[in-house]
């Protein structure tokens, strides 16, 4: 079999209603929620960068309000679901986690398929946004014992990183806006990049094959990309990049393929 094959799967979708269970602060800019369901037996989430729908009351509306997120964690067995918040600008996911407490109820969807990275790769690099942070920390986790993983994150400041739990040879690189608890400093686009290559720029990569994952705000993503392939020289077949939300725009997400 030729090494470095991404396998995408289709799933089943199913509607399911998760039940708060506890909540946790990551930081002042994240929740962690942890859910129980007890109609996870199927649930099936094969990549880290999965997503689910999750659904939101819309006052007047008909239909709910929708958003992206990505599975932290699950246990089938235990019925037990894990999601971080990014608490970012305003919007109905975010107030959602803001104000959840336990018992309360979220009706999710999917996921409808997943993107399989191999675990073959001689080195990964991960890069992103809060928003990416959850993808980044379960790639980090489940990947193997002793592989390279180098991951650059870009946050408010030094009580906004996380430490994952990981049997690969990590290396996490931070990068901080200085904007505080309050955002100041404005997140995603350019500044957000520059940050980010800043960060890489004294990083020398591994040898072998490396598969770079970018996430985050899409002005960034895409920056990060073209700085990945164009500067850095790292096959594009090897670089995937998504935007997880744009600057000034509501329920942006998507894959960046320029």
Not at 75 to 86: H, M, N, S
Not at 174 to 198: P, T
Not at 202 to 215: E, K, M, N, Q, T
Not at 235 to 254: I, N, Q
Request: charged share 25%; with cysteine; aromatic share 8%.
């Amino acid at each position: 079999m030729t090494r470095h094959q991404i396998t995408r799967l289709r799933h089943e979708i199913r509607r399911r209603t998760l039940t708060v269970q506890t909540i946790e602060s990551l930081g002042p800019n994240m929740r962690r929620i942890t859910f129980s369901c007890d109609d996870l037996q199927d649930f099936n989430s094969a990549s880290p960068d999965d997503h689910i729908k999750l659904f939101f009351a819309a006052p007047g509306e008909e239909k709910p309000l929708m958003r992206d997120y990505t599975p932290r964690r699950f246990d089938t067995k235990a019925g037990v679901l894990v999601i971080d918040f990014a608490i970012h600008d305003a919007g109905p996911a975010t107030q959602w986690a803001i104000d959840a407490k336990p018992g309360d109820t979220l009706p999710i969807g999917g996921p409808r398929g997943s993107a399989v990275v191999p675990d073959d790769f001689d080195w990964y690099l991960l890069i992103g946004d809060e928003t990416a942070l959850p993808s980044i920390g379960r790639r980090t986790e489940e990947l193997r014992s002793g592989v390279p993983v180098i991951t650059a994150v870009v946050v408010e400041g030094a009580e906004s990183e996380q430490v994952f739990a990981t049997k690969s040879a990590w290396q996490g690189l931070w990068a901080h806006r200085g904007g505080g608890q309050n955002g100041s400093a404005q997140s995603g686009g350019k500044e957000d990049a520059a940050r980010l290559i800043a960060a890489l720029g004294g990083v020398d990569l591994p040898s072998g094959d490396g598969f770079v994952f970018i996430a985050g705000e899409t002005e960034m993503a895409r920056a990060l990309k073209a700085y990945v392939v164009d500067t850095l020289g790292h096959p594009r077949e090897w670089v995937k990049a998504a935007g997880y939300w744009t600057r000034g725009v509501a329920d942006s997400h998507g894959g960046i393929e320029d």
